[in-house]
T-cell receptor, first 117, second 110 residues
């Protein structure tokens, strides 16, 4: 089954303790992205990757790192989490991303709910 | 900032058609309009996309005005399970950057 898998689904941690949220897709997609969702602010893009070893900042990259060493995986790293990073996180992937092409449908994971105390 | 404008919320009676409007007056000639929805706190789900012709699939229909400055997503027979936030997206032509905006919260009522 084609899917985007995030782990963990729920995580409670403390300020400053490094953590990684994993994201994996089995569709051989080139494009992957991370979003966070907060009440009243909607979905905001954190980082995205157009292909292996190619990453770029979205709208809210501060406090986050990503890596894309292989096509299927795109982990989100919080080196020193803070309470303002408490949020619902989504990973997404698509075949590619060019606004003028039709085949750029994004598939989303089920989400990771993170609480930083 | 999002390139689209949608009403914050809408209600629809179960079994009736739900028509969700979206304004995208600054859309470029080669940019597609995508619609997604998010049920409660689940991951957003793709619904439909279009360039300039009207489109229909098993989930919905998309009507795009001739000048392409606005579109309407139509759920022909809304059910309670269609209660969700619906996002109209026109991607920025800046690499992979994607902005969702606030979306329209659709409530389907019995």
């Amino acid at each position: 089954e084609a899917q985007v898998t995030q782990n963990p689904r729920y995580l409670i941690t403390v300020t400053g303790k490094k953590l990684t949220v994993t994201c994996s897709q089995n569709m051989n997609h080139e494009y992957m992205s991370w979003y966070r969702q907060d009440p009243g602010l909607g979905l905001r893009q954190i980082y995205y990757s157009m292909n292996v070893e190619v990453t770029d900042k979205g709208d809210v990259p501060e406090g986050y790192k990503v890596s894309r060493k292989e096509k299927r995986n795109f982990p989100l790293i919080l080196e020193s989490p803070s309470p303002n990073q408490t949020s619902l996180y989504f990973c997404a992937s698509s075949l590619g991303w060019t606004p003028s092409l039709a085949k750029n449908i994004q598939y989303f994971g089920a989400g990771t709910r993170l609480s930083v105390l | 900032d999002a390139k689209t404008t949608q009403p914050t919320s809408m209600d629809c009676a179960e079994g009736r058609a739900a028509n969700l409007p979206c304004n995208h007056s600054t859309i470029s000639g080669n940019e597609y309009v995508y619609w997604y929805r998010q049920i409660h706190s689940q991951g957003p789900q793709y619904i439909i996309h279009g360039l300039k012709n009207n489109e229909t699939n098993e989930m919905a229909s998309l009507i795009i005005t001739e000048d392409r400055k606005s579109s309407t997503l139509i759920l022909p027979h809304a059910t309670l399970r269609d209660t969700a936030v619906y996002y109209c997206i026109v991607p920025y032509n800046q690499g992979g950057k994607l902005i969702f905006g606030q979306g329209t919260e659709l409530s389907v009522k019995p």
